[in-house]
């Protein structure tokens, strides 16, 4: 079973940036393609960014260029640092773990393991 806390999100002015953290629990960690989605009321579940045990990275069209995503399997960790924030980047942004490592790094369903969720709000 592997656990999964997100922090780092708050209320930030359009063009500024944070950074969101993922502590995960579990030895196998390092082995699991972990990604970041979005949600906002009303609306599905969206894909941000994922990224392997290898390093390889992947990103929305939408945040490419402004958002990284990196991680330290040393300390269980994955972070998600958002830069040029918009409007349109608000939501309860979710981190989540894939144990199978699945190709479908932009499908929700094939994610195993979810955090509670840690809310952006990015002011005009």
């Known amino acids: 079973q592997v656990q999964l806390v997100e922090s780092g999100g708050g209320l930030v002015q359009a063009g500024g940036s944070l950074r969101l953290s993922c502590a995960a629990s579990g030895r196998t960690f390092s082995s699991y393609v972990m990604g970041w989605f979005r949600q906002t009321p009303g609306k599905e579940r969206e894909f941000v960014a994922a990224?392997?045990?290898?390093?390889?990275?992947y990103y929305a069209d939408s945040v490419k260029g402004r958002f990284t995503i990196s991680r330290d399997n040393a300390q269980n960790t994955v972070y998600l640092q958002m830069n040029s924030l918009k409007p349109e980047d608000t939501a309860v942004y979710y981190c989540?773990?894939?144990?199978?490592?699945?190709?479908?790094?932009?499908?929700?369903?094939?994610?195993?393991?979810w955090g509670q969720g840690t809310q952006v709000t990015v002011s005009s």
């Open positions: 990224i392997r045990w290898s390093g390889t990275t």
């Open positions: 989540a773990a894939d144990r199978a490592s699945s190709s479908r790094y932009y499908y929700s369903v094939d994610y195993d393991y």
